[in-house]
């Protein structure tokens, strides 16, 4: 257990990995030397604020005015699938989001970037896909956004490999998986 912490400070200590298995994770680099991780909005009144895409689509099948793709279900998905909400995202609307107690707006220089997701809670595994330019997402979809745009397949299928699903096991052993 002393080698654990030695090992890996400041993290949980997973006395059971090998010492071969523990010099890898010693010289592997963290997830934000390359990307950040950011958690999404919350609109604190989805009744008032989502629909379905298929609600607010017009004849071509884009958002009318004031709403947006949004992203709030990301758990699930390997790799990609378009997000079926949009949220009202007119002045008022984001107002409310910026004011109201319990709402919140993070994080604006990431707002309708190209990234990655992530669902918030998961009981079957943890999944990642690719977040289109243009797109919100919810404070139950978490993005990662790289810092060199080449990154982002790359760091999309280190998400998804098996090598990585159980590294997230060890650490976090639990069915969330929050941004930070």
Partial sequence: LGSARKALP??????????GLRK??????????????????????NRRFVRYWWEVAGREGEALPGWMAYEKEAS?????????????????AREYYRSYYSAQLPNPRYWRR???????????AFTA???PAGYMTDMAASGVYPR??????V???LLNAKVY????????PTVNYEAG
């Fill in 148 to 153: 060199d745009g080449r990154d982002t397949m």
């Fill in 10 to 19: 400041g993290r949980p200590a997973a006395y059971w990995l090998g010492d």
């Fill in 24 to 45: 890898v994770l010693e010289s592997s680099r963290p997830l934000s030397d390359y990307a950040d991780v950011v958690l999404g909005m919350k609109t604190s009144d």
């Fill in 155 to 157: 760091i999309l299928g």
């Fill in 165 to 172: 699903q159980w590294a997230l096991k060890v650490f976090s």
């Fill in 129 to 131: 896909k690719l977040l």
């Fill in 76 to 92: 699930g998905y390997r790799y990609g699938r378009l997000p079926a909400h949009s949220v009202r995202w007119t002045a008022a």
């Fill in 114 to 124: 190209e990234g990655i997701v992530f669902g918030l809670i998961s009981s079957k």
